[in-house]
């Protein structure tokens, strides 16, 4: 089965800096990667996703880009804001099984922007 | 419209109690999924829903775990002869379409504490 690794599992970052996560997975016929934010005791939101037939995809001050020959992706956060503060989990998915897109998570990145 | 709901939020067990755990999806949602997330993990796949049809339950840990969503609108996980290695945020998503790659909408969970 699929296995995704995410690194790092912290990450400080001082207000206005960038942040960036990586993460790769092991199975080629995975062709969605959604990006999730948790915050503390809350639900995972969907933030950004992108698919295997685009190497980048943007929102304003978030992108993602996939290296599907590497097999990884990564999360890039720009200008990060204090509201940014939340454990992001990466995930893989092969929408063409026929029994759903179950997403296969990596094990988070606490991402802590400090003023 | 209202998103995913659960019920309970908290739920604490003794060792060997049977639970309950209910999943409200989004309205006209097809697709039905659970999972489990330990403490500073990522979510873990557990089963999967089509409607009424439970197309994929791999990740059911044992004999145990048994789901149902027999009129495929609502959904129970049950856990028998609750273990302490069972303690964890249990969370249910839903999604529009199986296969297209549409956003998985979780709910907020419901932690299962088994003493």
């Known amino acids: 089965g699929e296995n995704v690794e995410q690194h790092p599992s912290t990450l400080s970052v001082q207000e206005g800096d960038s942040a960036v996560i990586k993460c790769t997975y092991s199975?080629?016929?995975?062709?969605?990667f959604p990006w999730y934010k948790q915050e503390l005791g809350k639900r995972p939101q969907l933030i950004i996703d992108i698919r295997s037939n685009v190497g980048e995809k943007k929102d304003q001050r978030i992108a993602v880009t996939l290296n599907k020959t590497a097999k990884h992706f990564s999360l890039h956060i720009t200008e990060t804001q204090p509201e940014d503060s939340a454990v992001y989990f990466c995930a893989a998915s092969n929408l063409l099984t026929g029994g759903g897109n179950k997403l296969t998570f990596g094990t988070g990145t606490q991402l802590k922007v400090e003023l | 419209g209202a998103g995913v709901s659960q019920s309970p939020r908290y739920k604490v067990a003794k060792r060997g109690q049977d639970v309950a755990l209910r999943c409200d999806p989004i309205?006209?949602?097809?697709?039905l999924f659970w999972y489990q997330q330990a403490l500073g993990q990522g979510p873990e796949f557990l089963t999967y829903f089509q409607n009424e049809a439970q197309l994929d339950k791999s990740g059911l840990p044992s004999d145990r775990f048994f789901a149902e969503r027999p009129e495929g609108s609502v959904s129970t996980l049950k856990i028998q002869r609750t273990q302490q290695e069972d303690s964890a945020v249990y969370l249910c998503?839903?999604?529009?379409?199986?296969?297209?790659?549409?956003?998985?909408?979780f709910g907020p969970g419901t932690r299962l504490t088994v003493l």
């Open positions: 199975d080629s016929a995975s062709n969605y």
């Open positions: 998503a839903s999604s529009l379409l199986p296969g297209t790659g549409n956003e998985q909408f």
């Open positions: 309205s006209g949602h097809v697709s």
